[in-house]
Antibody, heavy 118, light 111 residues
Framework: QVQLQESGPGLVKPSETLSLTCAVS?????????WGWIRQPPGKGLEWVGT???????YYNPSLKSRVTISLATSKNQFSLKLSSVTAADTAVYYC???????????WGQGTMVTVSS | QSALTQPPSASGSLGQSVTISCTGT?????????VSWYQQHPDKAPKLMIY???KRPSGVPDRFSGSKSGNTASLTVSGLQAEDEAEYYC???????????FGGGTKLTVL
């Protein structure tokens, strides 16, 4: 059964870079599918952050594009998210998820809460 | 402001049916048959319930069904059960590799 697990610091200072990793088990990320990040501010809805294809192509939410980098670590079967110049508005639960070519997110990690605060 | 518009709340009695709407534009919902619906219980990750407008992943009860007309998609939950009480989000492919245009969510209460 394919599983995803997020990890990374729970607290990031304003203006710094948020870094998260998603470990994928029981499926090789180079075999197919798209791998994405979605976030959810406390008490609010879901927002797609960005996606990486198993071949390495990346796609970002236009509203975050200037600050987001998603990359693969194929030897570890992981993919990662970096979000630069964070502010309090970036405080959210961050989920990693697998999805189809047209955006059906079928397998999700449990989520990790990231707070931006000094 | 979310890209797709959902009612903030919906409710229905045990055993009854309820329909939740999701309105987008001709650039997303209206242009693609790639609408998904997610169920989220408190402090849990979302779960895919419907994809490609009306398809159900394995394991999702057939009480959940989806449809679309023009720029509006709908999720219907029939034979409401207590465990259906949750937040429901719609999403649509938005074109140009925009994979996740989400709605603001609808809180479904089972009376």
């Amino acid at each position: 059964q394919v599983q995803l697990q997020e990890s990374g610091p729970g607290l990031v200072k304003p203006s710094e870079t948020l870094s998260l990793t998603c470990a994928v088990s029981d499926y090789s990320i180079t075999s197919g599918y798209y791998w994405g990040w979605i976030r959810q501010p406390p008490g609010k809805g879901l927002e797609w952050v960005g996606t990486i294809y198993h071949g390495g192509s990346t796609y970002y939410n236009p509203s975050l594009k200037s600050r987001v980098t998603i990359s693969l670590a194929t030897s570890k079967n992981q993919f990662s998210l970096k979000l630069s110049s964070v502010t309090a508005a970036d405080t959210a639960v961050y989920y990693c998820a697998r999805h189809s070519p047209r955006g059906a997110f079928d397998i999700w990690g449990q989520g990790t809460m990231v707070t931006v605060s000094s | 402001q979310s890209a797709l518009t959902q009612p903030p709340s919906a409710s229905g009695s045990l055993g009854q049916s309820v329909t939740i709407s999701c309105t987008g534009t001709s650039s997303d919902v209206g242009n693609y048959n790639y609408v998904s619906w997610y169920q989220q219980h408190p402090d849990k990750a979302p779960k895919l319930m419907i994809y490609e407008v009306s398809k159900r992943p394995s394991g999702v009860p057939d009480r959940f069904s989806g449809s679309k007309s023009g720029n509006t998609a709908s999720l219907t939950v029939s034979g409401l059960q207590a465990e259906d009480e949750a937040e429901y989000y719609c999403s649509s492919y938005g074109g140009s590799n925009n994979f996740g245009v989400f709605g603001g969510g609808t809180k479904l209460t089972v009376l």
